[in-house]
C-alpha cells in the first residue's frame, strides 16, 4: 500500500523575512502553515552582522538574532517549520487545485496553497579572501551596510545600473568611493553614467579587477589590477561592496511560473499572485528593485493575505457547490 500523501493548507517555501512574516499572518488566520527553511535557514539577514535599518530596533539588532525572533513569533502563532529544501514541483493551474512539491528529492507534500519566498543570492567575485570577510567589511547591499562605513573610504565593483546607484549612495556618506568596472566601459544607463562621472569623491577605474581583499578579521584594503596593462595597485579601505548582480532562487520554477529575463518571479499588478492560481511570491525572489529586509517583510504579509482571501473564496465556492447538488438531489 502506498504511503499516504500529507496534505497542507498552506505551504511557505523559504525562511527570510518575507516567509516569517507570511507565516506569522497565516498562522493568525487559522490557515495552519507550514514552511520549509530552505538550505540556508533564515536567507541572507544570517551572513549578516548588524541590521540597523528593521523598524522596531532603535539600537540595531544582529542579523542571526533578528531571523530567530521572527521564527519564535511564527512558532508561537501555530507555524510549523521545518528543515527541508523544495526541490521539484508539479503546479495545478486550476483554481481550487492541489499543488504538489517536493521536498529534498525524496518525500511529496500537498499543499492548497503555495507562498514562495526562496528568495535571490548575491553573485560575488569568489575570492578566498573576500569570502572570507563577509560580514567582515565585504558587502553585496550598499543601502544596507553603507551607514557603518561613514566619512571613510570603500570601494564598490560592478558597471551597472544598481552599481552606479549604490556609488552615488556610498559617495553621499562615504569620504571616498573607488569604482571598480571591469570592461571598458559601464553598462549603466547613461544617465546613471553621467550621475557617478560628475560626482567628485568617486574615482572611476575602468579595465579593473579585484585580485585580493586584504585584512584578517575586517576589511583594511584592495589590491587591485588592471586587465589591460597587469599594472597592480594597492588602496587602504575598510568596506568593499560587491554590485555585479542577484540570481533569483527560482531554478525548480522554470517553464512553471511567468518569470522576466533574469529569472525573477512576476506577480500581478500589485499583488502577490502567480500565473498560477493558488501560489504567491513574496520578498527578493519578485523584486530586483528594492532588496530589503523590512520590504521583504511587507510583501510576505501580503502573500499571506492573498492566500487567506484565496482559500476563502475557494470555501465559498465549494460550499455552493454543496447547496446546489443538495437542491437537485431534492
Known sequence: MSEKVERIKCLIIGSGPAGYTAAIYASRADLKPVMYTGLEPGGQLTTTTEVDNFPGYPDGVDGPKMMMDLQKQAERFGTEVRMGMATEVDFSDKPGGIHRVCIDNSTWVEAESVIISTGATAKYLGLPSEQKLRGGGVSACAVCDGFFYKGQEVA??????????????????CKKVTMLVRKDEMRASKAMQHRVTSTKNIDLRYNTEVEEVIGDQVVEGLKMVN????????????????????????????????????????TKNKSTKTNIPGVFASGDVQDKIYRQAVTAAGTGCMAALDAERYLAEMESEEGEDVITTKRVEA
Open 156 to 173: 564598490i565593483v560592478g558597471g551597472g545600473d544598481t552599481a552606479a546607484e549604490e556609488a552615488t549612495y556610498l559617495a553621499n556618506i
Open 227 to 266: 586587465n589591460k596593462t597587469g599594472e597592480k595597485e594597492e588602496i587602504k579601505i575598510t568596506g568593499l561592496f560587491i554590485a555585479i548582480g542577484h540570481k533569483p532562487n527560482t531554478d525548480i520554477f522554470k517553464d512553471v511560473l511567468d518569470m522576466d529575463d533574469t529569472g525573477y518571479v512576476i
